[in-house]
């Protein structure tokens, strides 16, 4: 190792996060390596849903959301037109069952998902997991990313080691 690693290579030891969450009262967002998990309450405004996952596009553009549409067989072309990528599909009772992921490199494809979201709102609250490549860095941006909504602010913290866990400030 050349002395300008060694230079940049933090002394002391960082605790690494497990769990980190943050939202607001509308919505509830909490990161892990691996995966984040959203929860949009009804009341969530159009602009949050957007903003969150164009947020989240903007630190892992390799994320993905993975969902499943219960459809006729023409309408999955739709969902691939719109950004959508057919993983699998399959003739069910109703139509054809076609599972896609949904990549965060693709604008059209967060603006379809954002659309579906916001419609499903109407009816219930919304709960989906994304998966990314994020590790504590990803998740400090993201958070950086996210601190200019209104009520915005962190939840809870859970670190690896040691089994530490710090409530959010108040």
Same mark, same amino acid.
């Not at 993983?87 to 494809?109: D, E, H, L, T, W």
């Not at 990803?138 to 809870?156: N, T």
């Given at each position: 190792? +050349? !002395? ?8 002391e030891v960082t605790h690494s ?14 990161? !892990?390596?691996? %995966? ?7 009341? !969530?405004? =159009? ?13 892992? %553009? ?5 969902? =499943?549409?219960v459809c006729d067989f023409d ?43 916001? =419609?499903?709102? %109407? ?5 989906? +997991? ?29 670190? %690896? ?10």
């Amino acid at each position: 190792m +050349d !002395t300008t690693e060694q230079k940049q290579t933090p002394k002391e030891v960082t605790h690494s996060l497990s769990s980190y969450a943050m939202g607001t009262d509308e919505v509830n967002i909490v990161c !892990t390596y691996g %995966k984040i998990a959203i929860w949009y309450g009804r009341q !969530t405004p =159009e602009v949050i849903v957007g903003q969150t996952l164009i947020s989240i596009s903007k630190i892992d %553009k390799t994320a993905v959301h993975e969902t =499943e549409i219960v459809c006729d067989f023409d309408k999955i072309t739709e969902y691939e037109s719109s950004g959508y990528i057919l993983v699998s599909y399959a003739k069910a009772q109703n139509g054809y069952r076609a599972m896609f992921n949904i990549p965060f490199y693709s604008n059209k494809a967060l603006y379809y998902l954002a659309e579906s979201i916001i =419609e499903d709102l %109407k009816k219930d609250d919304v709960h989906i +997991d994304i998966y990314w490549n994020g590790d504590d860095s990803d998740i400090a941006r993201l958070y950086d990313e996210f601190k200019d909504i209104e009520g915005w602010k962190v939840k809870d913290i859970t670190y %690896k080691d040691e089994g530490k866990h710090r409530d959010a400030p108040k």
